[in-house]
């Protein structure tokens, strides 16, 4: 053998070396890595990090405990905006006054989702491979982002608030009428101004980016001017021409057999001086219009009527039939109007009509397959304010007769949509930054509770869920008491949903027992064999509050102080189940984290204490960070 090998030549020695070199070289490495991986089974390899946070040689509970901890207290911080030289501070969400529904954070962590990708490393694939990417992160590290979700439209409603001073809204110039004593009517223009934006989107682009690593440097927002698109010489150029057309050119909108005649000034409130196509033109000022509209369209408009159902021995029957709706068409009319009757070819005008279909109608509930109950989900609102009580009556009402289609993933939030006064919802106190202001809502998320629990009793794929930011005692879990089994909804983002996959359609019933608190969704169907369920939570660890706040603010009378309570937080978790009529059962494991908040107080102050507030940087945990959701494949995420 060694003759042989001396017999070669010196280059092909050095290459069976290498070649040897790196066959021993590789054995230990699978052999070293082999050991590192066994004892690194269950724990993330050394050398990983995710954001930054070092997670090495941790399990997985420990890993999330980590970087959960060190997500809250970056968010905690806030996050610096310099705008026009000064710095501006975004808390992270907005926070209800009296009802924890109306919390909301802009910005949510997917723990699980990061630290599942972060597992992969040196756990997935056959042995050898395992063991040599184990060995390699002895000396090749792996830093991972977070999986993070910013709600951009929260965000922007937040810098908005915060940019409300700094920020100015373009005026275009209007025509301003008045009627003289001789009926005859007077114009004269009120001059534009031009307006101060801040480029929000960039800015928050940053933010997002800036989150994957956990790095909070101030960013600047861009700003820019914006002129009127119409010259005040343009508009009074123009005036002379309005006033003809309103005093001598009558309008009577027509409908059917009834007919409303608009008098001389309000003729006038409908002419606008605007530009199109590069040219100052008269056109229809589309707000005057909707008001004028309004005493029209109650006697015009008629909503469409759903089919509706009931339950009746057991059985669920149609008790009233579909209708069509009708409303006024309000962009042809604006077209028609500008056409026909500013130019002069007309001085009757016939209102624009479009249908409105029903969702649900009579012909399409033959056959529905509705027979028996699939599951149950309940909870209980007692001790909730007045508005959050009257939500949750409108909601019910919402959801009361809906029929979801077979293969339909059900969104709650659009079934309760639109979240308005019109929509039938009332509004509740929200702390945003140091303002306290009016938004609507409240509720919806004992709303969601329910929902989330019957879809797991009728034994339903969950597409969309998302924990609630507080541990609130309206969705403790009726077994134990322990928070875990809620699911929150808030506009336009985090929504509830679920997959019908049963062949058939669902039946929603929603009952309300105002006395006693409790809220009572029933699923109706027909059952395929599968059983649903989902066991208690449990409470892996609680989080105390940390130390109250106080938030200056001139939304209350000076020297007035009004606090609310303190939120301890806590990491949850628990098993929902589904035995088929096979024998097949899967599992899914929801977790939740819910984090601590202190108790706030608002103390009425000065503009000159509250602008004093604002830079110092004074953070105030204004809202908490939303727990778990769950993506489509079954792993549990923290999305909020």
């Not at 810098?159 to 009627?179: G, M």
């Not at 005093?247 to 027509?254: A, E, G, N, R, Y």
């Not at 108790?599 to 004074?618: F, K, L, R, S």
Request: hydrophobic share 40%.
């Amino acid at each position: 053998m060694n003759k042989s090998f001396q017999k070669l030549s010196k280059k092909k020695k050095i290459l069976l070396t290498a070649a040897f070199v790196l066959l021993v070289a590789a054995g230990i490495a699978v052999t070293t890595g082999m050991v590192l991986a066994e004892r690194y089974t269950g724990r993330f390899l050394p050398n990983t990090s995710v954001g930054g946070v070092d997670i090495s040689g941790l399990e997985r509970a420990e890993a999330a405990e980590r970087v959960n901890r060190a997500f809250d207290e970056y968010v905690g911080n806030g996050f610096v905006f310099i705008a026009d030289g000064q710095r501006v501070v975004l808390d992270r969400g907005s926070f209800g006054w009296n009802d924890p529904d109306q919390t909301n954070d802009i910005v949510h962590l997917d723990a699980d989702q990061t630290l599942s990708r972060a597992m992969e490393r040196g756990h997935r694939g056959l042995l050898p491979a395992r063991a040599l990417t184990t060995a390699a992160s002895l000396v090749i590290p792996a830093r991972l982002p977070l999986q993070i979700s910013l709600n951009r439209a929260a965000a922007a409603d937040l810098l908005r608030v915060k940019l409300e001073t700094l920020q100015k809204t373009v005026s275009e110039p209007q025509f301003k009428w008045s009627e003289e004593r001789d009926k005859k009517l007077a114009v004269r223009v009120q001059p534009g101004s031009p307006g101060r934006f801040f480029n929000l989107d960039a800015a928050i682009q940053t933010m997002e980016q800036d989150f994957l690593a956990l790095k909070n440097e101030p960013i600047k927002i861009k700003s820019r001017q914006a002129e009127p698109t119409i010259s005040d010489s343009e508009a009074k150029d123009l005036a002379e021409e309005a006033k003809k057309i309103a005093f001598d050119s009558p309008l009577t909108l027509v409908f059917e057999d009834k007919k409303w005649e608009l008098a001389a000034l309000n003729r006038a409130r409908l002419i606008a001086p605007q530009k199109a196509g590069g040219y100052a033109k008269l056109g229809i000022a589309v707000e005057e219009l909707k008001e004028i509209l309004s005493p029209i369209a109650a006697a015009v408009e008629v909503e469409p009527t759903d089919a509706v159902f009931e339950v009746k021995n057991d059985r669920v029957v149609a008790f009233e039939a579909s209708r069509d709706g009708k409303e006024i068409d309000r962009e042809a009319l604006i077209s028609i109007l500008e056409k026909e009757w500013l130019s002069g070819q007309t001085q009757i005008v016939e209102l624009a009509i479009k249908t409105a279909a029903p969702k649900i109608t009579t012909e399409s509930s033959n056959n529905l397959g509705i027979k028996e109950i699939l599951g149950v989900g309940t909870s209980n609102f007692a001790g909730s304010p007045v508005n959050r009580v009257k939500n949750i009556r409108n909601s019910v009402r919402k959801l009361n007769g809906i029929l979801i289609k077979p293969g339909e993933e059900f969104s709650l939030l659009k079934a309760l949509q639109p979240f308005t006064a019109e929509g039938g919802y009332l509004p509740e106190k929200v702390i945003k930054g140091d303002r306290i202001k009016p938004e609507i809502g409240g509720g919806a998320c004992q709303i969601g509770t329910t929902t989330f629990r019957a879809a797991m009793m009728s034994g339903l794929p969950i597409t969309q869920r998302t924990s609630h930011s507080l541990v609130v005692k309206y969705y403790s879990d009726p077994r134990n008491g322990n928070p875990g089994t809620d699911a929150t909804i808030y506009e336009p983002s985090p929504d509830f949903r679920f997959l019908n996959d049963t062949g058939n359609y669902i039946f929603f019933q929603a009952l309300m027992d105002e006395k006693m608190g409790d809220l009572r969704f029933v699923f109706w169907g027909t059952k395929d064999g599968r059983q649903g369920s989902y066991s208690a939570p449990n409470v892996s660890k609680w989080y105390p509050p940390p130390a109250p706040k106080e938030i200056k603010t001139t939304d209350l009378p000076v020297g007035t102080k009004e606090c609310q309570n303190a939120f301890k937080g806590a990491d949850t978790s628990f098993t929902y189940t589904v035995e088929k009529s096979d024998g097949t059962k899967t599992e899914r494991v929801f977790t939740s984290h819910y984090r601590a908040l202190p108790q706030i107080c608002m103390i009425g102050a000065t503009p000159e204490e509250v602008a004093g507030q604002t830079t110092d940087g004074e953070m105030i945990p204004t809202a908490d960070i939303p727990a778990p959701s769950t993506n489509t494949t079954g792993t549990p995420n923290k999305t909020n």
